[in-house]
């Protein structure tokens, strides 16, 4: 029994510490702060190990969108797809802050129809699901998954009108601005999980340039009852945020443990399943 | 070149009037840059910010030297790099600032006058202030020195402080 539990426990961490370290995505931008009425930035955009090092997979930047200060579109101008990577540009017309976000929630899942398994398509979601899954379906499994990967860029002083929360998913509420922030200083970021302050979230925070170093350096947070935290920059440079919720990892409302577990043969709750993931620049002060 | 130059001029100028009708306002504050000659395989001039910074209140931008006539404001590009200036003031200005923006400056000394009152320096309460220099070079170094003082100042007196590597001696004078 001993032994069986100290192999299980052995497997799930080689598991989790596969899924934690593999695979991180990212965008990164050439410059975070911009002066000038007019400014560029060009954004790299890719899946890896390391940060920020494109050497895995590049990100599709089919889904990338840009939403400019006065909450109008904007557009990615140059966008290649290469190897390792994609890069497209971002053109600064308007004073203040930028985002540019791939997000996304649809439904993921299966059923079992004449005692065969099957998927459910591509761009299910919520609202469309009942018509997705066919009549006689059994065992019908299904996961409701947002995720959201953004970055922040300021022409001239940070602006907040881009922040309204569209409620959807984990998303970052600024208490200190993505765009003010120096090593050595505290900023203070509040999280919400589908509009609501999420309690008792995890956040990693990683600095980049993990190539050149042993350590890995990470810092591990958890938000207060307000969904907030507070990080103490190290050093200047490009930071990696993530936290996520569901995949029965984390205890948030995905887990099976918090909600049951899907009983084989039966139909399953919709799970709830979050990420988010944002690239931080840290300035000297 | 020729905006600060002119703000020199004005600030002498004005300071001598005072002088006589309101010897509180009249120190005018004479500061000195040295800009060092660096032996480098590529030099440019750097951009320099000088501002002034009293607890509680707004930092007042005072001179900001950069490639203030390129070719569609390009070199405001670049104005972030003078970051912490960008920081507490910059950021928040439009350039070309008028009695602010000027020139960059080529290495040896260099001198603005500001007085109590007028143009960027405005109304000095009494209390105590820092004057901070910042100078970012491109492909170069960036270096920051802060002279604190206060205000009203002993006629005559002086403050000096020293940069090490972007930045030499800089002195701040008060005077009638």
Do not use: C
Not at chain 1, 200 to 208: D, F, Q, R, S, Y
């Amino acid at each position: 029994m001993k032994k069986t539990y100290l192999i299980a426990t052995a497997l799930a961490a080689l598991l989790l510490s596969g899924t934690a370290q593999a695979h991180r995505q990212w965008l990164l931008p050439s410059a975070t702060t911009l002066s000038g009425k007019d400014s560029w930035v060009t954004v790299d955009a890719a899946v890896s190990n390391d940060l920020f090092y494109f050497e895995h997979f590049p990100m599709r930047t089919d889904g990338i969108s840009v939403t400019q200060p006065d909450g109008s579109e904007g557009r990615l101008e140059n966008a290649s797809t290469g190897k390792y990577r994609s890069t497209f540009d971002v053109h600064l017309t308007q004073p203040g802050t930028y985002r540019i976000a791939s997000a996304s929630t649809g439904v993921m899942g299966s059923y079992t129809l004449n005692g065969k398994q099957e998927r459910l398509p591509r761009g299910t979601t919520k609202a469309n699901l009942a018509a997705a899954v066919p009549a006689g379906a059994t065992n019908i499994q299904t996961t409701e998954a947002s995720n959201r990967n953004e970055i922040f860029v300021t022409l001239g002083a940070p602006t907040t009108s881009i922040f309204k929360p569209v409620g959807a998913g984990i998303e970052l509420v600024p208490i200190t601005h993505p765009n003010d922030l120096v090593s050595g200083e505290a900023a203070t970021f509040q999280f919400l999980l589908d509009g609501k302050p999420a309690a008792g979230l995890k956040v990693t925070v990683i600095p980049g340039g993990i190539r050149y170093r042993d350590a890995l350096g990470q810092i591990d947070l958890t938000t207060d009852k307000e969904g907030k935290l507070a990080v103490t920059w190290p050093q200047p440079g490009m930071y990696w945020l993530n936290a996520s919720v569901g995949g029965g990892r984390e205890g948030g409302p995905g887990d099976p443990g918090a909600q049951g577990s899907q009983a084989a043969g039966g139909n399953g709750p919709l799970q709830r399943r979050a990420s988010y993931i944002t690239t931080l620049e840290v300035l000297a002060p | 070149m020729q905006i600060t130059h002119g703000l020199v001029m004005t600030g002498v100028a004005l300071g001598a009037t005072f002088a006589l009708a309101a010897p509180a306002s009249a120190q005018t504050m004479n500061v000195s840059v040295t800009i060092p000659r660096l032996t480098v395989a590529e030099y440019h001039r750097p951009y320099v910010a000088i501002w002034l910074e009293k607890e509680g209140a707004a930092a007042r931008t005072l001179s900001v030297w950069y490639d203030y006539d390129m070719r569609n404001g390009e070199g405001t590009k670049w104005l972030r790099d003078v970051r912490q200036w960008w920081r507490v003031s910059g950021r928040s200005m439009s350039f070309p600032a008028d009695g602010v923006s000027g020139a960059t400056r080529a290495p040896g000394e260099q001198k603005i006058a500001l007085t109590p009152g007028k143009g960027p320096l405005g109304a000095m309460s009494p209390g105590t202030y820092t004057l901070v220099v910042e100078a970012a070079r491109e492909v170069g170094g960036r270096e920051l020195v802060r002279l604190p003082f206060a205000w009203p100042p002993k006629p005559g007196s002086m403050v000096k402080a020293k940069g090490s590597t972007e930045l030499g001696a800089i002195t701040l004078g008060f005077g009638k």
